[in-house]
């Protein structure tokens, strides 16, 4: 069975690795759990699944909720060499029946289903004609009201597993859950002692940035010249507000298309199609636009107005570098946002009781805290997920402008000494107490221990109370100090203490500037490197030649990353065309002939 993951991972998918836990995920399936799987967008939630389904016997159920998704992923299966279908509300009733026939045949293995179309008749003949092993609901976060995509559709997915007479094993996977959600999630679908996988929200190969642009529609020209031919998204709040901004960038030379709830369905599929296929590099969309839109080069993503949550942002933001290659994820924040989002919350729907009010005004703040905090802003969204990461990330708006290296020496010296004085009286307390006698508060508590006395009674009164917080958190990190006791952890003196007080020793960390207000956000530097831009275009127009033939989207045929990765590995032969990433069996027989012939030519004629 291991070697068979492996096997099928380079076969039909053209990998040689598993992503960080993807293995984790298959295993347990393949042991008959159930699996909650939280793995943020891009992460490669689908082969935890599709490699199960495909070693496992029978039909594996996908149900998944958008119809562009299954179109897409049934796309790239089939072209892999899987059989796959959908059933969908695209579907003609004949194709529909045709499709339901051939899967009670046993021509596939594995079906995508949306929620909606799950009709019990079909699905209970459907398992008494053949083994169902698993049902994998993804996007599972729709699952939940508490979350930011409810959809009613999904509530009735657990009585459909309930129509198998063997109970297939049931895998939610989501990129977006809080704790709320996640026990929807798991209650919801009544799954059986799960196995939880959380591989953690950071994506590294994005960039976060932050603006407050005195002219929004200047900075975004300024940012798309900078960025001619690449691919991205940028979101609005309003269709009132794609519509101007598409306008505009049309006007001034832009391929911008736009997507919209407002559009009828023809020309929202026309519009997405041409961003998919790479005919369209701009999408100017509302959320309307995006869950389970897989486009894998879409290099940045816009955000023209704050959304209602961190949740949507980061999922939408998330569509961003999918192919693991550095990309851009900037949000223009301006006050009126969020006014425009209270308005929107609060009289959204009439029926939507209190405290769900409430719970989205509450996640509105939050998401306000982003667009205006100095700290990194990765960190600030990896702990918002509940997740601890360094305070500098290097790798954002604030990193890159908020930050500067600070000589942390004497504060280092201040902290560790009020410790060492606090532990000379026997005592011991929190962060919060050590922050209160830096600062010389009069808090009562503090007061009455007669703390006033110590010699380190507000040393730092001049010091931020939230510098102090990050001086002292990192000397924590650096054992300078340590913690104690998990329900209430209190403060010691860490093994490196020493260093501090006694050797004087230099220290120096980065901090955000200690400036009121930031400046508009810069955006990530280009970094193109040594790299064949010549042979990428070249690769780039025979894939394009090959998708129009196949009427597939370019990246279903191979992903950038794969032609860049031919880029440096120049493969001649079969056997090093397999060796690129994105290469299997099936593509190396359909596509390697082409792509190494093209290869060989340029290597002839420039020089390696
Ligand atoms: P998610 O559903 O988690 O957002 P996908 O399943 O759509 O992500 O995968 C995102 C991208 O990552 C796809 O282009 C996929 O081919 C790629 N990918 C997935 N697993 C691997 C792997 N083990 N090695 C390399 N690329 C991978
Ligand atoms: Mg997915």
Redesign the pocket.
């Known amino acids: 069975m291991d070697q068979e993951k492996f096997r099928i ?1 380079k076969t039909y ?7 960080r836990g ?1 293995e984790e995920v298959i295993d347990a399936l393949l042991a008959g759990r159930d699996v909650l799987a939280v ?10 699944y ?1 490699i199960p389904a495909l070693i496992l016997e029978g039909l594996t159920v996908v149900i998944s909720p958008l119809i562009s998704l299954m179109k897409d ?1 049934v796309n ?1 299966l089939s072209d892999a060499g899987i059989p796959a279908a959908y059933l969908n509300s695209s579907l003609s009733p004949r194709e529909y029946a045709d499709t339901l026939a051939g899967a009670g045949r046993g021509d596939y293995r594995i079906l995508y289903i949306a929620p909606e179309r799950l009709r019990r008749e079909d699905m209970y003949r459907l398992g008494e004609r053949l083994r169902i092993p698993m049902v994998v609901i ?1 996007e599972a976060h729709c699952i939940s009201q508490w979350g930011h995509d409810f959809r009613p559709s999904y509530l009735v997915i657990a009585e459909f597993i309930r129509i198998f007479s063997k109970r297939p094993i049931t895998a939610a ?1 989501t ?1 977006t859950a809080t704790g709320k959600v996640r026990d929807d999630i798991v209650r919801i679908l009544n799954l059986e002692d799960p196995f939880l996988l959380t591989t953690g929200f950071n994506r590294e190969n994005l960039y976060f940035g932050v603006g407050r642009p005195p002219d929004k529609v200047r900075s975004l020209l300024s940012y798309l010249e900078n960025h001619r031919n690449k691919s991205g998204i940028i979101y609005c709040s309003t269709r009132k507000t794609v519509e101007e901004i598409c306008r505009t960038l049309n006007a001034r030379g832009f391929g911008a298309a736009r997507y919209h709830a407002g559009l009828d369905d023809r020309e929202r599929h026309k519009n997405q199609d041409d961003f998919i296929y790479d005919r369209t590099p701009i999408m100017v969309a509302t959320n309307a636009f995006g869950m389970g839109i ?1 486009k ?1 080069n879409v290099s940045f993503v816009i955000h023209y107005n704050m959304p209602k949550n961190i949740e949507s942002y980061y999922q939408e933001a ?1 569509r961003a570098g ?3 290659e550095a990309a851009d994820c900037i949000l223009f924040y301006s006050p009126q946002d969020v006014q425009v989002n209270k308005f929107l919350i609060t009289n959204g729907d009439a029926e939507r009781d209190e405290a769900l009010v409430s719970h989205h005004l509450e996640l509105l703040k939050h998401m306000t805290y982003y667009a205006t905090t100095n700290d990194c802003l990765r960190s600030h969204i990896l702990g918002y997920f509940g997740e601890s990461a360094p305070h500098f990330c290097g790798n954002c708006s604030n990193c890159t402008t908020q930050f500067e290296n600070n000589d942390i020496t004497i504060p280092a010296q201040k902290i560790l000494s009020c410790v060492y004085r606090i532990e000379q009286r026997g005592k011991r307390f929190g962060k919060l107490m050590v922050i209160n006698i830096l600062k010389g508060s009069k808090n009562e508590k503090l007061l009455s221990q007669g703390l006033k006395s110590l010699s380190t009674y507000g040393i730092m009164a001049e010091t931020d109370v939230h510098r102090i917080r990050t001086i002292l958190d990192y000397l924590v990190e650096k054992e300078y100090l340590a913690q104690e006791g998990e329900e209430y952890p209190v403060l010691l003196l860490g093994p490196r203490w020493e260093e501090i007080l006694r050797q004087k020793k230099a220290l120096s960390m980065m901090l955000p500037k200690e400036r009121e207000r930031k400046k508009p956000g810069v955006p990530a530097d280009e970094t193109p490197g040594e790299f064949r831009e010549d042979l990428f275009a070249q690769l780039k127009e025979l894939r394009n030649r090959l998708a129009q033939k196949a009427r597939v989207p370019a ?1 279903i045929i191979f ?1 950038d ?1 794969s032609l860049r990765d031919m880029c440096r590995k120049l493969p001649k032969t079969p056997e090093q065309f397999l060796t690129v ?2 290469v299997g069996a099936v593509k190396m027989e359909k596509y390697g002939g082409l792509f190494t012939d093209l290869i060989k030519a340029y290597t002839g004629t420039s020089p390696p």
């Open positions: 991972l998918f053209g990998f040689t690795q598993f992503r993807q793995m943020p967008t891009g992460a490669g939630k689908s082969l935890c599709q992923q790239a993804d996977f990129a897989d894998s998330g999918r192919d693991g990246y992903s990353a990433s994105g």
